[in-house]
């Protein structure tokens, strides 16, 4: 199993539907150049859920885990004050892209890395104290793939997290967390996943109800999986390139 105890599987989310892209994050951004409160905002949110691929990536570019964390919540600060997001195509702007350029270009610059550690003393966009808790990296995997590698595949797995997160908030405000640890465990397609009959005898449903209680939660993780990638594109039509590129990330 994949590093992390992402979610990885991918299955049934070849499907399309309609996805509501008016408000997402990124168009909002881009819209308004990162000036306006709203875009600001937006900003803060995606630094604040997309934080992980670019520590990743630093950390393999030979930074060490204190110099890593400064770094990464210095280049957030000093992205927040940009006023250059209008080099963006809209056309073809999308975050992951965006970020991975503007990281890359951070780290190439080492005076930028002085102003960064300064800049993000006592400034705590990005919560880093999570890294202690949650780094566990795949190490032998990783030693194999460059820096650019690592953060895509960080982060496919965070794009993926979030939609696990979002599924799992429906259900618990619900009341239903039990049953949706068992429909985590069948999307996820482990040897260990629970059969249709299992479920139906846990829960005292039928058989054909659990599948189609199963068939309506693979459709949900269908569309929140949609509209997270809508969040990091700039217009509807990337969101399909975009999903492919993700499931390629994952299968890779």
């Not at 299955?11 to 150049?33: C, D, I």
């Not at 990536?57 to 280049?75: C, I, K, N, P």
């Not at 599948?211 to 309506?216: E, G, M, P, S």
Request: charged share 30%; hydrophobic share 40%; glycine share 4%.
């Amino acid at each position: 199993m994949p590093a992390d105890n992402q979610v990885t599987s991918l299955t049934g989310v070849g499907g399309s539907g309609p996805v509501a892209f008016a408000t997402t994050h990124w168009s909002v951004v881009l819209e308004a150049q990162s000036e306006s409160p709203a875009a600001q905002e937006a900003l803060e949110k995606l630094c604040r859920t997309y934080w992980r691929p670019i520590y990743s990536f630093v950390r393999r570019q030979g930074a060490a885990t204190q110099d890593a964390e400064d770094l990464t919540q210095g280049f957030f600060a000093l992205l927040l004050e940009r006023k250059d997001l209008n080099t963006v195509r809209k056309e073809k702007g999308r975050l992951r892209s965006y970020l991975l350029a503007s990281v890359r270009n951070f780290m190439a610059d080492e005076s930028r890395h002085a102003i960064a550690v300064k800049r993000r003393k006592g400034q705590r966009l990005i919560p880093l104290e999570e890294i202690r808790e949650r780094e566990r990296i795949d190490v032998e995997r990783s030693d194999r793939l460059t820096a650019d590698q690592i953060y895509e595949r960080r982060w496919a797995f965070t794009v993926l997290e979030q939609v696990m997160a979002r599924l799992r908030d429906e259900y618990r405000s619900a009341g239903n967390l039990r049953f949706f640890d068992q429909m985590k465990k069948m999307l996820m397609d482990e040897p260990d996943r629970p059969s249709q009959a299992q479920v139906a005898s846990e829960f005292d449903m039928t058989e054909n109800a659990v599948k189609q209680a199963f068939y309506r939660f693979r459709q949900r993780y269908q569309t929140l999986l949609r509209e997270e990638i809508a969040h990091t594109v700039a217009t509807p039509s990337d969101i399909e390139d975009e999903l492919r590129h993700l499931i390629a990330v994952v299968q890779a």
